[in-house]
Nanobody, 112 residues
């Protein structure tokens, strides 16, 4: 089970931190990620952090977003800086368990 939190309404240029708590004993051995889906658009992968802590980011967020994980707490975070209106979306925490499994989303709204 994946429980995301931390969304909200911010102004352009501000920051937010999303958190995701995962249940289960295999957290440390699985890749984790954040997806987002903007209104009228397909869901897209924003960032991935692998079990070995390597990371990848969508080009649109590189240099602004940072994904991190805490295996002791079974949590994965997404630190979002310099937010833009085009970052407005529902953000989903995801776990790679054979395929990507998404939890419930949290809404991020960035006003201009």
């Amino acid at each position: 089970q994946l429980q995301a939190s931390g969304g909200g309404l911010v102004q352009a240029g501000e920051s937010l931190r999303l958190s995701c708590a995962a249940s289960g004993s295999i957290f440390s051995s699985i890749d984790m990620g954040w997806y987002r889906q903007a209104p009228g658009k397909q869901r897209e992968l924003v960032a991935v952090i692998r079990s070995g802590y390597s990371t990848n980011y969508a080009d649109s967020v590189k240099g602004r977003f940072t994904i991190s994980r805490d295996n002791a707490k079974s949590t994965v975070n997404l630190h979002m800086n310099s937010l833009k209106p085009e970052d407005t979306a529902v953000y989903y925490c995801a776990a790679m368990i054979g395929t990507w499994y998404w939890g419930q989303g949290t809404l991020v709204t960035v006003s201009s």
